[in-house]
T-cell receptor, first 113, second 112 residues
Framework: DGGITQSPKYLFRKEGQNVTLSCEQN?????MYWYRQDPGQGLRLIYY???????QKGDIAEGYSVSREKKESFPLTVTSAQKNPTAFYLC????????????FGPGTRLTVL | GQQLNQSPQSMFIQEGEDVSMNCTSS?????WLWYKQDPGEGPVLLIA?????ELTSNGRLTAQFGITRKDSFLNISASIPSDVGIYFC????????????FGTGTRLQVTL
């Protein structure tokens, strides 16, 4: 079954700890994205990667880091520098052949205590 | 930056009613996308529009790419309870198809 997986679905961490969210896709898509969603709001872009070993900052990259060592994987680390890390995090991928079209994973809800 | 404004912000309708929502921008878009998000889940792509004036259907859903390229509309006919969710419009940033800007969403609730 092709798709995007994010794990875990729910994540709890203590304040001051770094935490890494997983995103894997088996769609053979070149581009991958991380978004943050806060209650009642739209999606804001954190980081994106159009090709392996390359990534760019989105609109709210401060306090986050990513890597893209494999085409299938795009993990996001929420660092202790992120002031308000509690949010719903969504990963997406895009084939590039259909302009702008992105497909989303099920999301990870991060709660920092 | 580019902003997408969606209206209405929320709506309550009765099962069986038709629904209309829209998305507007001060900038021109070459692609319009409509997504639906169920509570606690990732958005699912409903319809993609690539040409001004284009009208595309997906079951009971119909979306249109506005002639001015600054707006798009989504209609749902004969709503059912599973239509509940948040509907987002989205479009690529100017100059790059690889980044999307999203509207703030229209929350739809359907009563029996």
């Amino acid at each position: 079954d092709g798709g995007i997986t994010q794990s875990p679905k729910y994540l709890f961490r203590k304040e001051g700890q770094n935490v890494t969210l997983s995103c894997e896709q088996n769609l053979n898509h070149d581009a991958m994205y991380w978004y943050r969603q806060d209650p009642g709001q739209g999606l804001r872009l954190i980081y994106y990667s159009q090709i392996v070993n390359d990534f760019q900052k989105g609109d709210i990259a401060e306090g986050y880091s990513v890597s893209r060592e494999k085409k299938e994987s795009f993990p996001l680390t929420v660092t202790s520098a992120q002031k308000n890390p509690t949010a719903f995090y969504l990963c997406a991928s895009s084939p590039g052949s259909a302009p702008g079209t992105q497909y989303f994973g099920p999301g990870t809800r991060l709660t920092v205590l | 930056g580019q902003q997408l404004n969606q209206s209405p912000q929320s709506m309550f309708i009765q099962e069986g009613e038709d629904v209309s929502m829209n998305c507007t921008s001060s900038s021109i878009f070459n692609t319009w996308l409509w997504y639906k998000q169920d509570p606690g889940e990732g958005p699912v792509l409903l319809i993609a529009l690539y040409k001004a004036g284009e009208l595309t259907s997906n079951g009971r859903l119909t979306a249109q790419f506005g002639i001015t390229r600054k707006d798009s509309f989504l209609n749902i006919s004969a709503s059912i309870p599973s239509d509940v969710g948040i509907y987002f419009c989205a479009g690529p940033y100017t100059g790059t198809a690889s980044k999307l800007t999203f509207g703030t969403g229209t929350r739809l609730q359907v009563t029996l």
